[in-house]
C-alpha cells in the first residue's frame, strides 16, 4: 500500500465515523417520541455487540468444537448469574478441556 493511500482511507474512515455520530446531533432538533423508535435506539448497542462477538467466538480456537463447547459453558454460567469474570474464565476452561479431549482421549478410543 502506498503511503498517501494509507492517509486517505484513515481520513475517510474517520469522517465516516465522525459523520455517523454528529448528524443525529444535528438532524434531531426535539426529544424522541415514538415508543418504537426509542426502543429501536435502545436495543442497538445490544445487536451491534452481538454482531462483532459472535462471528469472533465461533473462530477464535481454530475448532468449530471447541467453540461450542465454550459458548456452552459460557451459556450456562451467565444463565446462572455469574460474574462477567468468572463467565470469560469459565469459557477459557471449557475450551481448553475440549482441546485436550480432542488431542489426548479421542485417539486413545
Not at 55 to 77: N, R
Amino acid at each position: 500500500m502506498r503511503e498517501g493511500s494509507f492517509w486517505l482511507y484513515l481520513l475517510v474512515a474517520a469522517g465516516v465515523t465522525y459523520l455517523i455520530r454528529m448528524l443525529p446531533l444535528v438532524l434531531v432538533k426535539r426529544r424522541i417520541g415514538n415508543r418504537f423508535v426509542l426502543s429501536f435506539l435502545y436495543y442497538i448497542p445490544y445487536a451491534v455487540l452481538t454482531v462483532m462477538t459472535v462471528p469472533a467466538v465461533l473462530y477464535a480456537t481454530g475448532s468449530a468444537v471447541t467453540a461450542a463447547a465454550g459458548v456452552a459453558v459460557a451459556a450456562v454460567l451467565a444463565w446462572r448469574r455469574r460474574s462477567l469474570l468468572t463467565v470469560a474464565a469459565g469459557a477459557v476452561a471449557g475450551v481448553l478441556a475440549a482441546q485436550l479431549v480432542i488431542r489426548f482421549l479421542l485417539p486413545l478410543l
